[in-house]
């Protein structure tokens, strides 16, 4: 039986409640709230996947109020959650022991003049003000699969709610909304669903393979005062990870009494063997962080996937029906370790863009392209141009990738191009020395549930929740689980899944017969499995809206 499904019509829909499209709907609104020359008033909605506005993000995070300062004056005063000032900045090498401060840091590493915030608390914050001038914002709904007609991206299937993990509808199901709209908004962050959907049928990235994601493990703490002030900030390379890997720790003072801690670990499916959560209680159990911990009190645990190709592997920015912003068009400076302001500034261009539109009233292809040469002729491009192929400086190791950045700051044409070569030696692939002593550490890493965590532990301080009886959200087909994930998977990695959700979603039985166990509600919707995944195998699609995380404070 065909399902009835309700169909809903607005003018401009943005799809995901981050900086990047909060921003667009805010500014858009001001401009239509201000306008003499349109007849009638667009109705302008965000929708989101999260419980609420700010559920499901999660990020440092250091913001360069660039952005909040020209086009929100007096954020201050009207509330924006900001910590406080970055007062200091440090960044060091770690061994396992010791730590060697920078005696110099280039200026792509100051961070004078920005702020601490919790990024959670600051789309919670943007979206109240977006309500104010009158965007709808819609949490728990989630945009599930995209209607192409003629060319176009005309609507949206929203999740249905009220179907058993079978599929079946139960009494009070609700099949997904159609949601159409004259122009669609991307704000998903990195790996969107939607986006990779459009990818597919519009060829919007350069090159596939130029993309690339790093996942980002967070935990914030309360600790004594008298530790740090307020304002520190303090980025580390070298330990826990082997010099062929890249990726580093932060620790951030929000104030005296709380710090964000994390670690970024490569999402690679070259080199899958890795885990960003034990990375991050590694990187704790380091002499110069341990103490800083002791006596405090973990408040909050989440991760997600950072976009981190760069310049090169930005996606067209718009297309037949859409445009997108933010991390989704790929704006994260890997030098700089910051992309809210840019994808604030995406979403001012996004948002002058849709206002043309709006007063031609012109949604064609060519009319929407204009975004994309507003954005070649911004700020943003010029940074993501000057920090270029940053990230794939460290393909070749740790080593040779400070040299060739720290090079590249000098002289940006010295900054590499395209993808580089991956050596397989000194990988961390099962069969590696690295390998095995990375593993070897692992298995006898034993969690005190007091500075050192499991994940199953760490969960818990996610405020992760989802229904449980729904159609499980990661797709595998039954024969790769049969012929890959248990046969082909187990011999070759080792089954890199279970080391790599930072939620533990994934375990193997090792029976007689082997079986693959999902665990879908404890998913933090990182996207990291489907990243990570050496086959390819693993979709992840939207659960039901209002689903995932429960962020108040990363
Ligand atoms: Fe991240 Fe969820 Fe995939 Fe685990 S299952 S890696 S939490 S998206």
Known sequence: MLEERESLDFDIVFIGAGP??????IHLQ????KSKDLEAAPEIVVIDKGKNAGAHLLSGAIIDPVVLEEYFPGYVEKGCPIQTEVTRDSVCFLTEKRKYALPYLPEPFRN?????????????WLAGMAEAEGVAVLDSTAAVEPVIDNNRLKGIITDGKGYDKEGNAGEAAEPGIEINAKTFVLGEGARGSMFRQLDRTFALSPNEEDQRYETGVKEVWQIPPGRLDAGATLHTFGYPLPSSLYGGGWLYAMSETEISLGFVTSADPGQP???PHYNLQLFKEHPS????LAEG???????KSITSGGYDAMPRPAGPGFLLTGETAGLVNMQRLKGIHLAMHSGILAAETLYSCLLKDDFSEASLLTYRNKLERSAIHEEMRQSRNYRQAFDQGLFKGLMRAGL???VPRLAPTGNTEIKEDGTLRPGSKQYRNWSKKKDSFRPDNILFFSKEANLYA????HEENQPCHLLIEPDSIADICTEKCTREYGNPCRHFCPAGVYAIDHNADPILRLSPSNCLHCKTCEIADPYGIITWTPPEGGGGPGYTIS
């Open 20 to 25: 990047a499209n909060l921003t667009a709907a």
């Open 30 to 33: 001001k401009l239509v709230n």
């Open 112 to 124: 004078n003049g920005c702020f601490l915030v919790s990024l959670s608390r600051f789309g919670s």
């Open 273 to 275: 063997v890795v885990d």
């Open 289 to 292: 962080i341990r103490h800083l």
């Open 297 to 303: 009190k973990l408040l909050e645990y989440g991760a």
């Open 408 to 410: 590249s700051l000098k």
């Open 462 to 465: 996610s405020g992760t929740v």
